[in-house]
């Protein structure tokens, strides 16, 4: 239908350009021809109202054609519309509905790979946090347990340090106590010579055995001497130690540290002054087979320490005056070396008992051997005058028995063995007798 409304549109188009084209040489011609001939131009303008009307009638037909033909144009391309809007309604449905087909297959597949990834990796997680729990388990009862025990051993800690403090404010009255009784001279002789016996026994001597206390002995001119302890060395030696140390300074130096230098000094002359006494003392004298020194004992390093800081000639000048004067530390080292000699001279008493044990269990051995050798000649005389009893017996009885066990009828035999071989000689030297010795 459009392609019709077409070419009626092209036909009265090339009409119009045609009547036009006419119309434009007709005109020329009448132009040229008005002069000749005007019945022809009447007649031509007559013929051209008659094509005119012609024209306009056919272009009316054209028009009312070319409407029709528009409105049908129009309700063809609403039926069109119509019905592409169907097809297309359809055909999207169907599309639409294929795709949701589609999408929810690949959706349930997607869903059931996406399900089994999800459990693989819900398993991968749980082997993952598997142990991670286990662990974190572990260190939360490890945590409990040593928060528990950490509460124990506060609590512990605390009992103790209040126990310490107790026991620090015992200490430090007890300190007190102490330092008022040292400075008794009886306390403080006392108390050194508890700590001289401990010192002692530590290094390893026996009281009453290897040292003695309080031995006293009056001299010739009727001094009484009484030593705080003789240690008794190998070989008889002695030695003689004096443990009534002076401590009144030393004390003072912890109660007023103001004048600690002051206190100090005065340390070193009491120090020097018992040195001195004892130096005049006639232990060697008295105790004749004394070392050529006594041993001043001090019951504390520290109290020999602040002497020697003070006087670094103080050791050299008391040694020069037959005096040492010793420490724990020094007099353990010197006692160790005391028990040590000991140990070594009773090893060697044991082994000359041993020489002379062994000097008598040789000779007797050699007196054993000679016994032996006789009682083997004995036994070799023995053999022989057996051997010689049993050859008589079967050259001269035997014969005549063995005939008479014949008529007898009996099995029995009586020969009895030759005692061949003889008695073991003895070769060891030791074992010898003198004449064999000899020969």
Same mark, same amino acid.
């Given at each position: 239908m459009a392609d019709i409304v077409l070419v009626l549109i092209g036909l009265l188009v090339g009409a119009g350009l045609g009547v036009a084209v006419g119309i434009f040489f007709a005109r020329g011609q009448a132009a040229t021809l008005r002069s000749t001939d005007q019945q022809v131009i009447a007649g031509l303008e007559a =013929? $051209?109202?008659?094509?005119?009307? %012609?024209?306009?009638?056919? +272009?009316?037909?054209?028009?009312?054609?070319?409407? *029709? %033909?528009? *409105?049908?144009?129009? %309700?063809? =391309?609403?039926a069109l519309r119509e019905q592409f809007e169907a097809l297309a309604s359809e055909a999207l449905a169907r599309n639409n509905q294929r795709f949701l087909d589609v999408a929810d297959e690949r959706f349930k597949r997607s869903q059931h790979e996406s399900a089994a990834e999800l459990e693989k990796r819900e398993q991968a997680f749980r082997n993952l946090v598997e142990p991670m729990k286990e662990t974190l388990g572990k260190v939360e009862?490890?945590?409990? +347990?040593?928060?528990? $025990?950490?509460? +124990?051993?506060?609590?512990? $800690?605390s009992e103790q340090i209040k126990q310490m403090m107790a026991r620090s404010e015992e200490l430090g009255k007890?300190?007190?106590?102490?330092?008022? %009784?040292? /400075?008794?001279? +009886? #306390?403080? !002789? /006392?108390?050194?010579?508890?700590? $001289?016996?401990?010192?002692? *026994?530590?290094?390893?001597?026996?009281? !009453? #055995?290897?040292?003695?206390?309080?031995?006293?002995?009056?001299? *010739?001119? !009727?001094?009484?001497?009484?030593?705080?302890m003789i240690v008794t060395l190998s070989g008889g030696r002695k030695i003689v130690v004096d443990a009534k140390a002076p401590l009144d300074a030393i004390l003072d130096i912890d109660t007023d540290p103001e004048n600690a230098e002051h206190h100090a000094q005065r340390h070193v002359k009491n120090v020097r002054n018992r040195v001195k006494e004892l130096s005049t003392k006639k232990y060697r004298e008295q105790f004749g087979s004394s070392l050529d020194f006594s041993v001043l004992f001090l019951p504390a390093e520290s109290f020999l320490q602040v002497a020697t800081e003070q006087d670094p000639q103080l050791l050299t000048d008391a040694y020069e005056s037959g005096v040492v004067i010793a420490t724990p530390t020094v007099l353990v080292a010197m006692l160790r070396t005391v028990a040590h000699t000991w140990k070594a001279e009773a090893l060697a008493e044991n082994a000359e008992k041993v020489l002379a044990s062994g000097k008598e269990l040789y000779s007797r051995l050699s007196t054993m051997g000679a016994h032996i050798a006789s009682l !083997?000649?004995?036994?070799?005389r023995a053999s022989d005058a057996y051997n010689k009893t049993v050859g008589s017996l079967e050259r001269n009885v035997l014969p005549e028995a063995r005939r008479f066990a014949a008529l007898q009828q009996i099995d029995n035999e009586i020969a009895p063995p030759v005692a061949s071989g003889t008695v073991r000689e003895l070769t060891a030297p030791e074992l010898a007798t003198p004449d064999e010795l000899a020969g």
């Open positions: =013929q $051209l109202q008659s094509q005119e009307r %012609a024209f306009a009638e056919r +272009e009316d037909l054209i028009r009312s054609n070319a409407e *029709e %033909a528009q *409105e049908r144009l129009r %309700a063809d =391309q609403a009862a490890q945590t409990t +347990e040593a928060e528990r $025990l950490r509460t +124990e051993t506060q609590a512990a $800690l007890t300190t007190e106590s102490l330092r008022s %009784a040292l /400075r008794r001279p +009886e #306390v403080r !002789g /006392r108390w050194g010579e508890l700590h $001289l016996r401990r010192v002692v *026994e530590l290094a390893g001597l026996r009281n !009453g #055995v290897d040292f003695v206390e309080q031995s006293s002995d009056t001299t *010739e001119d !009727g001094a009484r001497l009484r030593p705080d !083997g000649k004995a036994i070799d």
